[in-house]
């Protein structure tokens, strides 16, 4: 069975930073793209991050180029999203997602496996 584990929100004020993480099992975890994802209240979900499978390919939504990262360690099945100079604006659930797809900033909807989501607050 397919699990992702998505932890590390919290609260944070304006300028802070945040380090989420997204723990999988129940499949080969260097075969598939993992994608972070969010979705704030009244607002449709976005793509976030993604990082590929063997070449380690990102990509970042224009909104937080330059202030996310995203990494991968495979020895641990996990994935990292590193959030600096958080603004107010990033306040949302973050969500990861799994499949064998290529990385790309999209809706989601290629994905077919999804954590729980873990809850981002900014405060101004």
């Known amino acids: 069975e397919v699990q992702l584990q998505a932890s590390g929100g919290g609260l944070v004020q304006a300028g802070g930073s945040l380090r989420l993480s997204c723990t999988a099992s129940g499949f080969t975890f260097d075969d598939n793209t993992i994608g972070w994802f969010r979705q704030a209240p009244g607002r449709q979900r976005e793509g976030v991050s993604c990082?590929?499978?063997?070449?380690?390919?990102?990509h970042y939504a224009d909104s937080v180029k330059g202030r996310f990262t995203i990494s991968r360690d495979d020895a641990k099945n996990t994935v990292y999203l590193q959030m600096n100079s958080l603004k107010p604006e990033d306040t949302a659930v973050y969500y990861c997602?799994?499949?064998?797809?290529?990385?790309?900033?999209?809706?989601?909807?290629?994905?077919?496996?999804w954590g729980q989501g873990t809850l981002v607050t900014v405060s101004s």
């Open positions: 997602a799994t499949d064998i797809v290529p990385c790309g900033i999209t809706w989601g909807h290629e994905y077919l496996y």
């Open positions: 990082i590929s499978s063997s070449n380690g390919v990102t």
